[in-house]
């Protein structure tokens, strides 16, 4: 199992940048058509893609 957190620094659609706290150069270009954050009401009413600056952990 791998663990990554970040923070989303450039969107572009339903692929993005996700951005550790540990330099300009260390992240991942992340393509996750398949990748939303569910609804957290009373802040959005329907699942999204993430935009910039969602703060996310991703576990595969």
Do not use: C, H
């Not at 990554?4 to 992240?27: C, H, I, N, P, R």
């Not at 991942?28 to 959005?44: E, S």
Request: aromatic residues 14%; without cysteine; negative net charge.
């Amino acid at each position: 199992m791998v663990t990554v957190s970040g923070k989303v620094t450039e969107a572009f659609g339903d692929t993005w940048y996700l951005q550790d706290d540990y330099g300009a150069w260390s992240g991942l270009y992340v393509v996750g058509p398949d990748v939303v954050i569910p609804a957290n009401i009373p802040y959005w009413n329907t699942d999204r893609q993430p935009e910039v600056g969602d703060v996310l952990e991703l576990i595969n």
